[in-house]
Every structure is written in structure tokens, then in C-alpha cells.
């Protein structure tokens, strides 16, 4: 147990995670130690390793590590139209991320695998007096894999500093769906919520792995990062957020014998009834799709991304997405 300990501790993501912050400018304003509790201490340095494989009938979660405050549900088998498809609960028992927590995950999908990976609830970022709170996530797919990565809304609450990094490795013939959903606080709160959040960066890389004998090939397919700093730039501007409160964003990476058929049947539209606005593009290197959504609340976000969802699964798969749940 304590060898097991020990390679989590050394693991690259959650290494990472730990630096993240101390290298990016950004975040050069927000490097004082919390009093309560060093940064990065025990129960405050979560890891989740998750690993896929094909089976003889479906695929299974073959291995997991976790680190406290990380814990993950067994894999179920609910999505009625994928029943192949293993589908795992990302859960924090710390309840949101306070100051000072650095959490690091690693996903990875082996050869003609599959997965859905979401979380249990929403990730609350708690208001912060001191330093700041940092994630990494490192997601593998392999040839002809697929994985659908579907967390929950995540809501900064007022004072917080947070980053995250997540860096893509796929094979050219593999799929990935990833999305977000940023609130802008707990507008219904208190008055202070809404944009009070001192800073939100994030970072999405995407790069194709092959490995041609025993060499790795790789290269870059892109970099997307965003800087917020409500109490510095008016996010309310004309172009940002204007009248919005949510942001969210789904990247698709799949082969581009994909891209036409989905880009044909997704519509831009701007719906000042019912206050959504949203629209695709292809990314770059022909490596995908990328489909930004802004929304007055979560829910009417979260269609958005789901009507972006289906289109993409029908498409590629022939698979369309089950009814969600009520609580979803």
C-alpha cells in the first residue's frame, strides 16, 4: 500500500497540478499560504486514475487510483442506447474546492474502448482569502476509442482563484467529446456573486499520439485558453458575456470524415425569447469541432451543449442520446 502511495504521489498530472499555479502569470498575485492548512497537504491533494478497456461484450473500468478528496462511483452500465458504455461518477468528498487544493486526473481509454465520465453534482469553488486552487486533467484515447467527458456546471463562488489545464492525447482515428459549463457565481445568492470571482483561467490542449514502431509521435492540434478577471475587465462588454451568466463550451476531436455531416445539421442561433445564444466552428488542423453556448442559467446551457452532444454521437456512432435524467 504504501509503494501504491508513493507512485501516486509522483505521478506527472498531479506533480503538475502542484506547479500549475506557480508558473502562470496570472496567478502570480495569489501565491500567499493559506493559515488554516498548507497548500497541496494531505486531503487537500487529490488524484483519480481511470482506465478502459475493451471487453468481450462491453467495455470496463480495468483500473482506478484515487487519492483522497477524490472518490469515484463503480462503473454502470444506465445509457440504455450505449449499453456497451461504462459510465462513471466523479465525486469530491470535500464537498467543493477550497484554497490551496491542487487536484489532478488521468483518463485513459485503450484500443477500441469506450466511456462516459461525469461528475455527481456541480463543482462548487469556495470563497477564498488566501492562495488559490489549481486542477490538471490528462485524458488518453487510443486508437478508435471513445469517450464522452460530461461533468456538471462549474460555479465559481465570490473571491475565488482557480486554474485548470487539460491537455488531450488521442490517436487520429479516436473520439472525444469535452465539455464545460461555467456559471458566473450564485447570482441568487447574494448580490456580490455574480462575476465576484477574483480569477478563472483555463487551459484545453489537444494533440494527436501515434506510435509508429517504438517511437511516439506527436503533434499539436491546439491550444485554447481563457483568462477572467471580473474585478479587473468588464465581462458584462459587448462581445464577452454581455447579458449572459453562463458560459459553455464543447470541444468534439474526431476523424474528419465527421465534420460536414455534423457541421450541416448545427444551426447558429442568438433566441432573445429564451435568452440562448450559440454556434460551431471547425478547429484547427481538421482535427474537430468546437461549440460555444451562453446562457441567463445552467439548464438552458446545458440543452445547448446536449442538442451539440446528440448530433455528434448520431453521426459518428448511429447512436442517439437517451432521455436525460430528471435530476440532470
Request: proline share 4%.
Amino acid at each position: 500500500m504504501s509503494h501504491l502511495r508513493e507512485e501516486i504521489k509522483n505521478t506527472p498530472s498531479r506533480v503538475y497540478a502542484h506547479t500549475l499555479g506557480q508558473t502562470a502569470q496570472e496567478m502570480a498575485n495569489y501565491q500567499d499560504e493559506p493559515v488554516q492548512m498548507q497548500s497541496g497537504a494531505v486531503g487537500k491533494s487529490g488524484y483519480l486514475k481511470l482506465r478502459f478497456a475493451k471487453g468481450e461484450q462491453r467495455s470496463e473500468l480495468v483500473e482506478m487510483e484515487r487519492r483522497v478528496p477524490s472518490l469515484v462511483q463503480k462503473a454502470l452500465y444506465w445509457d440504455e442506447e450505449m449499453p456497451q458504455l461504462p459510465c462513471v461518477t466523479m465525486i469530491s468528498t470535500s464537498g467543493c474546492l477550497l484554497q490551496g487544493d491542487r487536484q489532478a486526473l488521468d483518463i485513459i481509454v485503450e484500443k477500441d474502448a469506450c466511456a462516459h465520465v461525469t461528475t455527481q453534482s456541480a463543482t462548487k469553488i469556495h470563497m477564498m482569502n488566501a492562495n488559490y486552487a489549481a486542477q490538471v486533467q490528462d485524458i488518453s484515447v487510443a486508437e478508435n476509442g471513445y469517450l464522452e467527458l460530461i461533468p456538471d456546471p462549474i460555479i465559481p463562488h465570490r473571491d475565488a482563484r482557480f486554474i485548470t489545464d487539460t491537455l488531450i492525447k488521442l490517436h487520429p482515428s479516436a473520439t472525444v467529446i469535452y465539455t464545460e459549463i461555467l456559471q458566473s457565481g450564485r447570482k441568487h445568492h447574494h448580490q456580490d456573486e455574480l462575476f465576484g470571482f477574483d480569477i478563472f483561467s483555463s487551459r484545453i490542449r489537444a494533440q494527436y499520439q501515434t506510435e509508429v514502431g517504438d517511437e511516439l509521435h506527436e503533434k499539436e492540434l491546439f491550444v485554447e485558453k481563457y483568462v477572467l478577471a471580473p474585478q479587473q475587465d468588464d465581462l458584462r462588454a459587448i462581445g464577452v458575456m454581455e447579458s449572459f451568466d453562463v458560459f459553455g463550451n464543447a470541444i468534439l476531436l474526431t476523424p474528419q470524415q465527421y465534420h460536414e455531416a455534423i457541421l450541416s445539421r448545427l444551426e447558429a442561433k442568438y433566441d432573445v425569447e429564451n435568452q440562448i445564444a450559440y454556434g460551431a466552428t471547425q478547429l484547427p488542423n481538421k482535427s474537430g469541432i468546437i461549440f460555444k453556448a451562453l446562457g441567463v442559467d445552467s439548464p438552458k446551457t446545458k440543452v445547448a451543449i446536449r442538442y451539440f452532444w446528440q448530433i455528434a454521437r448520431e453521426e459518428i456512432l448511429g447512436i442517439s442520446l437517451q432521455k436525460p435524467f430528471l435530476w440532470k
